[in-house]
């Protein structure tokens, strides 16, 4: 965390007053409580995530949280003038979810770790001014790539990851996606089943198919697990 604000020519946030967690996977769980710590804020999460980390971690430094706040899908919070909305995704996991932030008339959405769009997450994407959305694996590279077959089933599966290809047929349709976003993020890709540039032409080109008047006038960005984005401006 400290390298990518470094990167980015800043020492690090100044303030940080929550730290959000979508699922317990240790990709997304595992420094929770050391940040919490760090930068003496609460980690929000819903109470069957806590539970499975707690179990995840029976050297007890996941306890050593000192401000845990609930909250659940379909609930709507506020943490200062930021109102945010987390909604249930389709994932191996004990309770998933995606996350969707408005203020100041601005919204931000974001959802990785999901297997399909249902409707109510495609619902919850709409009107993003800055979207962020999983593009995880090619089905091809998956598929003849190097992990065993029961993770490839998984990886596949509707409570697995998104491939590019789920996520173009999104991005063409645009009763589905309204083209609305100044930044669209693909992330979460993997390293073994996936390249950028396989990620982006893939968006590219299902965004060209959308008519003129539902054209997407946004940026498209690639994230990466090595170099950090941004910062942006909403």
Same mark, same amino acid.
């Given at each position: 965390?400290? *390298?990518?604000f470094e +990167?980015?020519? *800043?020492?690090?946030?100044? *303030? ?5 967690i979508?699922?317990?996977?240790s ?5 929770m409580?050391q ?7 609460? /980690?929000?999460?819903?109470?069957l995530?806590?539970? @499975?980390?707690l179990n995840m971690y ?12 609930y909250?659940r899908?379909g609930?709507?919070f506020r ?7 987390p ?5 191996d +996991? ?8 408005? /203020?100041?008339g601005?919204?931000? +959405?974001?959802?990785t770790?999901l297997g ?7 619902h ?8 962020i959305?999983e ?28 491939s590019?290809?789920?996520v ?15 930044h669209?993020?693909l ?11 396989? /990620? ?10 959308r008519?003129? @008047?539902?054209?997407f *006038?946004? +940026?498209?960005?690639?994230?990466s ?9 909403l």
């Open positions: 965390m400290r *390298r990518r +990167a980015l020519g *800043r020492q690090g946030p100044e *303030r940080v007053d929550a730290i959000l979508t699922h317990e996977h990709d997304h769980s595992s420094a409580a940040l919490a710590r760090l930068w003496r804020c609460p /980690a929000y999460l819903t109470e995530t806590h539970r @499975e980390i029976p050297d007890g430094r996941a306890k050593k949280m000192e401000r845990i706040e909250i899908a609930e709507r943490i200062g003038d930021i109102q945010i909305n909604f249930t995704i389709p994932h +996991a004990a309770d998933p979810v995606g996350y969707a932030f408005q /203020a100041n601005t919204k931000v +959405a974001i959802v770790d399909y769009l249902p409707e109510l997450v495609k919850h994407l709409r009107e993003a001014d800055f979207l959305l593009s995880n694996h090619d089905l091809e590279m998956l598929k003849v790539g190097p992990y065993p077959w029961y993770i490839k089933q998984r990886v596949m599966s509707r409570t697995g990851h998104l590019n290809t789920v173009s047929e999104f991005l063409a349709n645009c009763e589905l996606f309204d083209g609305r976003a100044r669209l993020v992330a979460h890709l993997s390293e073994q089943n996936n390249t950028p540039d396989l /990620a982006r032409i893939s968006a590219e080109e299902a965004l060209g198919r008519s003129v @008047e539902f054209a *006038r946004g +940026a498209l960005h690639i994230a697990q090595h170099t950090p984005l941004g910062p942006f401006e």
